[in-house]
């Protein structure tokens, strides 16, 4: 029991090191992160749960068999949401139509939202909790993604540049296009509605 | 079976492992070694081109063509300047997908880029590296002085008052001197006193533009005699003032006596 715990809390890079030799540690790490993922996943395919753990199936199979390869300068959480996104566009390319909206279920993302951009008072809160699915789809898909990961993963800076292989520069130029874009769509509706 | 599980009984069925380190050492390390193959190449693609357009024939351009725009337009190194572009952007594709490469941006690395090759460029044209192998070049690659190198060509023309080699032997008695063109054919040309640098003995095993009139099978009689490049010309100055120096030095020496 007490060594259950202990190996609960061991650092991400440890469970990497230790599951190359030993796969129940890189149980652990799928435990970890399957639940963030299997959402991230659905977020930015709006896929149904059962392909959306078919895909996060490959996503831990590529992990490990790529596990030699994590570079330890980079956070874990990044490299796999990194392979997660890639693996979910490539998924996507293959065999799923573009989604009518974004798949979210977290409130704090709307208070996120609402935090960092400054949309109009008339947009109440009931509006934007009932749009922003269709927001996001109407975004260009640059704009799209990097909001998702800022506002609903709820990501920062250098982390979103890690996982879409931007500098960080380009990376807030990006975020701060995306929300002068959600302002606008979201404005725009709430104007025809 | 929950998610963890499942994958687990795949690793086990399918006996997957992870790509050995080693596999993964050689894949990042080819992407440095080829970031920097580009790199250096860049390099020497900036050295040729720096030489190219330094020792372009500026001083003698209306003996070659009369108007100076469509001496330009005809001179200018357009192949190397597209490989070094070419070679910028292999650079650039191959630095970006090092492991940490996407954290720079494209400013940073095109200043890398254009800095270090402009570096070791300068050292490779300096040293006289990029002068040579360009020789080399149009000596060994079918077609290279007729397309790229097109100054070779330019000065092995004879019949039209223009030619190159290198000068094998200075005979000042005898107002003669020596050279080797870069079909390895030997000319004898006449000079006189006039046509001549100051100090004749200088000129040898130096590469020379000459300017003048074929009298002969063979043989050239010069009007202008002028170092290949810069490089050479700065050799020829060198020894030169060495030699004065020396001269004075005997002067004051007998004088003394």
């Known amino acids: 029991m007490g060594e259950n715990t202990q190996i609960e809390k061991l650092s991400d890079n440890e469970l990497v090191r230790r599951s190359i030799s030993d796969q129940q540690y890189f149980a652990i790490l799928v435990r970890r992160y399957e639940e963030r993922l299997l959402r991230y996943i659905r977020r930015i395919s709006n896929v149904q749960v059962e392909e959306a753990e078919d895909i996060l199936q490959e996503v831990f199979l590529k992990v490990y068999r790529k596990l030699n390869d994590f570079d330890d300068a980079l956070p874990f959480s990044s490299w796999v949401y990194r392979i997660t996104r890639n693996q979910t566009i490539s998924a996507f390319r293959k065999r799923i139509r573009r989604p009518q909206a974004v798949w979210w279920d977290s409130e704090d993302a709307i208070l996120n939202i609402r935090a960092e951009i400054d949309i109009d008072k008339d947009v109440d809160q009931t509006f934007l909790r009932e749009h922003i699915g269709e927001v996001l789809v109407e975004m260009d898909k640059k704009y799209k993604e990097v909001l998702i990961l800022r506002f609903l993963e709820e990501k920062s800076y250098n982390e979103i540049a890690d996982i879409v292989k931007k500098p960080a520069g380009t990376v807030a130029t990006l975020i701060h296009r995306a929300k002068k874009q959600f302002k606008k769509i979201i404005e725009k509706k709430q104007q025809t509605f | ?257």
């Not at chain 2, 002028?226 to 030095?249: C, F, H, Q, Y």
């Open chain 2, 1 to 257: 079976m929950d998610i963890a599980n499942k994958i687990l009984d795949t690793i086990e069925k399918e006996h997957i492992t992870p790509v050995p380190k080693w596999k993964c050492m050689v894949h990042s390390y080819g992407i440095w070694v080829m970031a920097g193959v580009f790199l250096i190449l860049s390099s020497f693609a900036a050295a040729i081109l720096v030489e190219m357009i330094v020792d372009n024939d500026w001083d003698v351009y209306s003996d070659i063509n009369g108007s100076f725009i469509s001496f330009v337009i005809e001179t200018l190194p357009y192949v190397w300047f597209i490989s070094l572009v070419v070679l910028y952007l292999l650079f650039r594709y191959t630095f970006r997908h090092t492991k940490q490469g996407y954290r720079y941006t494209w400013f940073i690395v095109a200043a890398v880029a254009v800095g270090g090759s402009i570096m070791v460029g300068s050292l490779l044209y300096v040293t006289g590296v990029s002068s040579e192998a360009n020789m080399a070049l149009s000596h060994h690659v079918p077609g290279y002085k007729d397309v790229v190198y097109k100054r070779v060509g330019r000065w092995q023309k004879p019949t039209k008052g223009r030619l190159s080699g290198v000068v094998s032997l200075v005979e000042e008695e005898k107002n003669i001197i020596k050279i080797i063109d870069t079909g390895r054919g030997e000319w004898v040309i006449i000079v006189t006193s006039s046509t001549l640098p100051q100090n004749t003995r200088m000129l040898s095993e130096k590469r020379v533009r000459i300017i003048g009139v074929q009298t002969g099978d063979k043989v050239f009689t010069a009007n202008k005699i002028l170092p290949w490049g810069v490089r050479d010309k700065r050799k020829i100055m060198a020894e030169t003032k060495s030699e004065r120096k020396i001269n004075e030095v005997r002067n004051i020496k007998q004088r003394a006596r």
